[in-house]
């Protein structure tokens, strides 16, 4: 090789090696053929036909599967977690909400760590009220620009347009991702808003699990995760759980009617949450692509080998065997929708996040429907999707594909707003 090539060739590796494959695919007719695993035929080759051999067998083994290869088994190391109100205001948005401050004290042997839960609350409305609750990227006072909301002392990823840097936020990021979370609109249609920052459970980047809520789940003598054991979307979606814990304390809340939202990597983590945690009454996942609700087998957009090699820190090791080898997976994001049944779930799509594969979360909620079937409840059951800006809701998977890019629109809301309706109503 000469020198000009040595150094192009250093250049392609060190882009390969960060994630971003040039030979990312954005061509359908080069989507390899694949066979997906059958959501409906057991290990030991039983065809499953009833709702009671899909709760009792198949369910357990597809969920123990998720857990185990991919975000990673729950430690069971004793944990507590303590739940102080440390800020109620009833006069927030103009008098339109009540406004609470959760602290989320977690403690083990190793000890102590704290996150902040943020809730709105419609005023005026009868009994307990519906809501969505998700994790946001910078913290809970980007969300919205008030005044009242606290700001976190946790790592928050540089952004110069939200005025973060050094790592920390100040007032002048409040309010910087409100477009994402229109919460006045929320608020006015009868529903409650809970959210955490992610990063006060573990912040998003690879320190091999030192800092964040992960060590405080160590065995003596333990100083990472394990093999099968949990990531980042395993611990955040933990932490979402612990939320819901203290939302059946609350009088204010109707826990039975929790929503879970995320978008992108928190869409990952909402549907790994509504999935193992069944007291969430639905689950939303916005644009939440490659380890969310798209078919990792059609290799389109993002990959295996690309999202581990970026974000080595999301999935559990045992994950990293899958790379490039996507073919030996003994499942498929289609069996992870299928796990939310009999309860609804919402994927969302934006026509031009072509890296997230539309069309890959789109099949994975059609591919989910005899599980619903099992069930009697009705599930988009066309191979076809529909229009751009058409929802196509039903009682199981509802999706749409937003015009637009990869991010939370008014658009994104209204629907989910709309597929709450039908069921918390
Ligand atoms: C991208 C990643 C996606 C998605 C996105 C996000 O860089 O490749 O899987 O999760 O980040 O979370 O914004």
Redesign the pocket.
Known sequence: MNTRKNICFIFFSLFCSIGYSQETNYDESKVPNFELPKVLLSKSGKDVSSVNDWENIRRPEVLKMFSEQMYGTVPETEVSVNFVVRKEINTALSGEATLKEIDMIFSSKNGRHKASLLLFIPNGVKGPVPMFLGLNFYGNHTVNPSLEISLHQSFARNNPNFYIFNNRVDDNSRGVRSSRWPVEYIIRQGYGLGVIYYGDLDPDFDDDFQNGLHPLFYKDGQSRPTEKEWGSIGLWSWGLSRALDYLETDVQVDEEKVIVFGH???G?TSLWTGVQDERFAAAISNDS???GAALSKREFG?TLQV?NN??PHWFNDYFTRYNDQEEDLPFDQHMLISLMAPRPVYIASAQGDE??DPKGEYLSGYYAHPVYELYNIQSYNDPTPPEVNEARMSPGVSYHMRSGN?DVKQYDWVKYIEFADRFVR
Do not use: D, P, Y
């Open positions: 992108s990597r928190l990952k692509g490659c380890g993002e999202i970026a974000f890296w997230a990869h």
